[in-house]
């Protein structure tokens, strides 16, 4: 019997991969549902192709082309948020792959969760914004929550046959360093779009991409891991690491340490939580240690990249402060996508932003929500 599956984000990179990895599972997976923001037409040639029983796309203006173009009677086109909460919710998946950008995510994982669909998480936003509400969420409904992101999947992998906490010494995060990992800090004035854009490793979107080059996207991960494996901030650490080879690192107190390996591929950690116990077989690149010949690490300089110091402040603050966090970095880097602001004001308007904020409420969902207005709203006047 097939496993149903939604995918929410379908036609960003996350997503057209998610897409690859159901063609080649054939006949293990059936696609009921179907999102995208604004990407009418790849989105319409993919309700073509796989006929999921919902599709929705994000932008409402945008609902009367979809459908003009789909032909695909048993395909229900939903436009909007609720739209994309329905797909999430109602499309009869088993599993739900959540790879829309940003906070725009929470609600439609939230629902999935709650309805009791096993999530395979690529959207690091919500357990950064809403961690503690995610996790109890998942715990009531009896949901799993599986990661995608290449780093967190790699821990999941070290951390089978789930040990105790106090055996577990260090969590180590490898990064890839971005483009600017060499560059003298005297230069960061000078990094233009294009520069910041071209990841030397892996190939994204430009949110997570810029992202990838200010360090953030480590910060994230970092909070992200607190909340996914109950690991302290104290025992989470980042190593750079070039050549994206080892995707994480597990240390144990008797001095034992556990690594995840594999080639660039996000094919791979979107299978293994698509099949999750079982492992399946991927037609992949494979990883030739002989031909790699040899593995980097370095700390990262948090002199440079100081995003990843304001993550750690945030998270061990806690309460809405990562929401506040990830809603600052969002309007950030959008101004720095949209040529607004300089590459280097990124971290000085997240720094300017919590450091006004005060909460005036606790970790609800509509706490969350709340600070996260705030939050863009700040983050979009304040001058870097």
Known sequence: MSKKIAILGSTGSIGVSTLKVVQKLKPSFQVVGLTANRNVKILAQQIKTFKPKLAAIMDESLVAELKSLVKVTSTKILGGEEGVIAVSGESGADMVLTAIVGAAGLKPTLT??????????ANKETMVMAG?????????SGSKILPVDSEHCAVFQC?????????????????SGGPFRNLDQKQFHKITLKQALNHPTWRMGPKITIDSAT??????EVIEAHFLFNIPFEKIDIVIH????????????????????????MQIPIQYAMTYPARANAPVKRLDLCQTAQLNFQKPDLKKFQCVNLAYEAGK???????????????????????????????????KVLTKYRPLTNG??????????????????VVG
Do not use: C, Y
């Open 112 to 121: 999935a969760i709650q309805k009791g669909k096993d999530i395979a998480l």
């Open 364 to 381: 609800t969902l509509d706490g969350i929500l709340l600070a996260d207005r705030w939050a863009r709203a700040e983050a979009a006047r």
């Open 317 to 351: 603050k806690g309460g809405t402060f990562p929401a506040v966090l990830n809603a600052a970095n969002e309007v950030a880097v959008s101004r720095f996508l949209n040529g607004e602001i300089a590459f280097i004001s990124i971290p000085k308007i997240i720094d």
């Open 215 to 220: 360090l953030m996207n480590k910060g994230l």
């Open 132 to 140: 503690e509400v995610v996790t109890k969420a998942a715990k009531k």
């Open 159 to 175: 951390l089978a046959g789930e040990p105790p906490l106090h055996e577990i010494h260090k969590v180590i995060l490898t990064a």
């Open 242 to 265: 070039p050549e994206s080879i080892v995707h994480s690192l597990v240390e144990f107190i008797d001095g034992s340490v556990l690594a995840q390996l594999g080639t660039t591929d």
